[in-house]
C-alpha cells in the first residue's frame, strides 16, 4: 500500500477498505450458504421465546427505576 499521508486514520481506512471485494464475495457465497441454513435449523422447531412463559399476555413488563448505577 503506497502511504499519501502520516495520518493513521487515512491508514486504518484504506486497510478496511482495501479487502470489500472480497467480503462482498463472501457474504455472497458462504454468508448467504450459512443464513440459508441457519433458517432450515429453525424451520424445524424454533419457537418465539415468550412461548416458554406461556405467550406473551403472561409476560409481566417491569418498568425500570431511574436510579442511576
Known amino acids: ?7 493513521p486514520g487515512w491508514t486504518i481506512a484504506q486497510l478496511y477498505w ?6 462482498e464475495g463472501w457474504l ?3 454468508g448467504r450458504q450459512n443464513i440459508q441454513a441457519l433458517n432450515e435449523v429453525l424451520a424445524r422447531g424454533a419457537t418465539a421465546w415468550w412461548d416458554a412463559y406461556g405467550g406473551k399476555d403472561n409476560i409481566e ?4 427505576s431511574n436510579t442511576a448505577h
Open 1 to 7: 500500500m503506497e502511504k499519501i499521508t502520516d495520518d
Open 18 to 23: 482495501r479487502d470489500v471485494a472480497g467480503l
Open 28 to 30: 455472497a457465497d458462504q
Open 61 to 64: 413488563v417491569i418498568e425500570p
